[in-house]
Every structure is written in structure tokens, then in C-alpha cells.
Nanobody
Framework: QVQLVESGGGLVQAGGSLRLSCAAS????????MGWYRQAPGKQRELVAA???????NYADSVKGRFTISRDNAKKMVYLQMNSLKPDDTALYYC?????????????WGQGTLVTVSS
């Protein structure tokens, strides 16, 4: 069974920084795109940033210039460096990955890590 486990969330003041990490585990042949999504109370889940296996990145307009996504393919990990945090960044952040096992392709989600930005 493939799992994604996030870490690094917490409470931070506006203007501060956090680094989220997500580790993939299980019987994995390869990982395609990886990404971070977030869901604030009363809002739909939205894409924050994504990265392909080759390192191409894509960001939501609201985080461009402040957040940086990166990955370590050897460690099967993806990271989200978040700088200049704003109260609007408060949300539950989820890791997502397209994983190829020996038998099939799966879209896998983590359980989420909470980021709270105080004003």
C-alpha cells in the first residue's frame, strides 16, 4: 500500500516561514507529478504548487514569488518552502502524487498538515 505522510505544519506569525515535507512509502516503481493542495475552512481544495518528475513547476498565482516546491526523487519526497506567509494562507495542506506501482497507477493523497498564520 502506498502512503504519503506530510509534516512541518504549525502556527506562525504573518511574514514568517514554514517548510512542509511529504514522504512517500510503499512498493513504488516510479512517481510522476507531485503537488501540494490546500483547503481553508468553507472553501474548496485548491492547487498550491506542482512539480513534474523532471522538475518543472507550476504555482497558484496567490503564492508565486513566496512559495517554492522541490522534490528529491531518490528519497521519494516533496517539499514546500513557504515564505512571507499571510493569514490567507491558513489552511490544511495536502500532499498529492501520481504513483506507479508494479501493477497499476494510483493517485495518492496524504492526510494533511495544518498551517495557521496569525496576523
Amino acid at each position: 500500500q502506498v502512503q504519503l505522510v506530510e509534516s512541518g505544519g504549525g502556527l506562525v506569525q504573518a511574514g514568517g516561514s514554514l517548510r512542509l515535507s511529504c514522504a512517500a512509502s510503499g512498493i513504488i516503481f516510479s512517481i510522476n507529478d507531485m503537488g501540494w493542495y490546500r483547503q481553508a475552512p468553507g472553501k474548496q481544495r485548491e492547487l498550491v504548487a506542482a512539480i513534474t518528475s523532471g522538475g518543472s513547476t507550476n504555482y497558484a498565482d496567490s503564492v508565486k514569488g513566496r512559495f517554492t516546491i522541490s522534490r528529491d526523487n531518490a528519497k521519494k519526497m516533496v517539499y514546500l518552502q513557504m515564505n512571507s506567509l499571510k493569514p490567507d494562507d491558513t489552511a490544511l495542506y495536502y500532499c498529492n502524487a501520481g504513483v506507479k506501482t508494479l501493477a497499476k497507477y494510483l493517485e495518492v493523497w496524504g492526510q494533511g498538515t495544518l498551517v495557521t498564520v496569525s496576523s
